[in-house]
Every structure is written in structure tokens, then in C-alpha cells.
């Protein structure tokens, strides 16, 4: 039963490049969130979705930053133009409902920005 | 000027001892609360939860205790061993998502390092 998957695992971009993280929710989830972590600081919301719908995105930064999550394939966190302060740890954590509170989380991506 | 990362807070304790890791939170509205354990390089693993209509919970070795009154929640672990050495991260639940149709947005405290001595 294979848990919350992310890749890449590592990921190394120029400032101005484009990032795309991809997560796939564990079998039968359908809610999906995204984290960012600092180094030494805990996790923060970023963005709450359901299969094709945005529920709440209170947590993202205005610009730059977009999340999906279709019908079919991985939830999609993308970051245009990146800039060196998006350097961080990125996880995204599911659950099979809103009623459940549990998340579970996935390995994370961690961004570094040259 | 630059921002640089905050030292988390640590505690040391010897092998076979209880450990205690204290969390403050901020919403007095949480109804639901979770404890993490991470591990260098790894995503936040779930130890126990919590709703706020109980004041305790066991799990195997863990115990969360909970104080609505001064909002504060425990992570007691018995016969600490080498391996709980990780941060732990108390999570709260902010229940404005179920209001607004939204779902369980959870508000991460700044984690506690904890360091088994041998």
C-alpha cells in the first residue's frame, strides 16, 4: 500500500527557470495539501485541493505560484521565475475526506535555487 | 537584512527515560490536534492525534495531554529510545476551512529537536 509519492526528491533550478512538483496522494485519496518548510521552521499551508478543484489556496503567494489537481494524474505545484528565497522543503499530505483530519505526508521536494 | 533559520529548542534526555514535549497553540477555536515526529530528510510522520472534546490519548508508548484552558498540548513518550531521536511538530486544526466548505488546514508549531544520549 504505497503511501504519498513526490518527485523529484531533489530539485535544482536557475533564478528565472520554471518548477514543477508533482505529488500522487495514496490509493483513495482525494484531498490533497501542499506545505512549504524553511530550514528549521515548520511547516506552513500553502494550498488545499480536491480532484479539479481549488478549496482553499489562503497560504499561497499571489504571484508566481499555481497548484492543480486533475481528473487524472498527480496534483501539480508549479513556481514560475523562481527566485532564491522559493528555496525550501515542499510536502504535500493527503486524506480520503474532509471529515478525517489525519494528513499523511509524502517525502517532500526540496528546492534550491542557484 | 538576511534572514537566517531559528534554532529550534532541544531536549536531551538519556535512553529508557520519559520525555515530555510541550506545545503552545495559538487558535482557541482548534478542535483538532496532531503530533508529528521528522526525521532529518524525511516528511512529517503521524505519532497521535487528539480531538478537543478529550483531554487524553495513548497510544503505544505516547501519551498527548490536553489543556483547552491555557492551550497547551503534551507529547509524553515512555522509555525513550535512540530511534524517537527527530524534531516534533504539534499541528492544530483551523476549523475556518469546514466553515468556508474547505477541509483541514493544519497550523504547524516551530517543532521541538529531540536527542537520545545513550
Known amino acids: 500500500n504505497a503511501g504519498v509519492m513526490q518527485n523529484p526528491r531533489h530539485l535544482v533550478r536557475r533564478r528565472g527557470q520554471e518548477a514543477r512538483l508533482r505529488c500522487s496522494p495514496m490509493?483513495?485519496?482525494?484531498?490533497v495539501y501542499w506545505y512549504r518548510q524553511l530550514p528549521e521552521e515548520g511547516l506552513k499551508f500553502m494550498v488545499y485541493?480536491?480532484?479539479?478543484?481549488?478549496?482553499?489556496e489562503s497560504g499561497m503567494p499571489k504571484e508566481r505560484f499555481s497548484a492543480e489537481f486533475p481528473k487524472e494524474g498527480p496534483s501539480i505545484l508549479r513556481i514560475q521565475q523562481v527566485v532564491r528565497g522559493d528555496s525550501a522543503a515542499y510536502f504535500c499530505?493527503?486524506?480520503?475526506?474532509?471529515?478525517?483530519?489525519?494528513?499523511?505526508f509524502g517525502p517532500g521536494t526540496r528546492l534550491t535555487v542557484t | 537584512g538576511e534572514s537566517v533559520g531559528l534554532h529550534l529548542p532541544t531536549l536531551s534526555v538519556q535512553e529508557g527515560d520519559n520525555s515530555i514535549i510541550n506545545c503552545a497553540y495559538s487558535n482557541s477555536a482548534s478542535d483538532y490536534f496532531i503530533w508529528y515526529k521528522q526525521e532529518s530528510g524525511k516528511g512529517p510522520q503521524f505519532i497521535i492525534d487528539i480531538r478537543s472534546n478529550m483531554d487524553k490519548r495513548q497510544g503505544q508508548r505516547v501519551t498527548v495531554l490536553l489543556n483547552k484552558t491555557v492551550k497547551h498540548l503534551s507529547l509524553q513518550i515512555a522509555a525513550t529510545q535512540p530511534g524517537d531521536s527527530a524534531v516534533y511538530f504539534c499541528a492544530e486544526n483551523d476549523p475556518g476551512g469546514k466553515l468556508t466548505g474547505g477541509g483541514n488546514k493544519l497550523t504547524f508549531g516551530t517543532g521541538t529537536q529531540l536527542k537520545v544520549e545513550l
Open positions: 490509493k483513495g485519496h482525494s484531498h
Open positions: 485541493l480536491q480532484k479539479e478543484n481549488i478549496i482553499d
Open positions: 499530505a493527503s486524506s480520503p475526506n474532509m471529515q478525517q483530519g489525519e494528513q499523511y
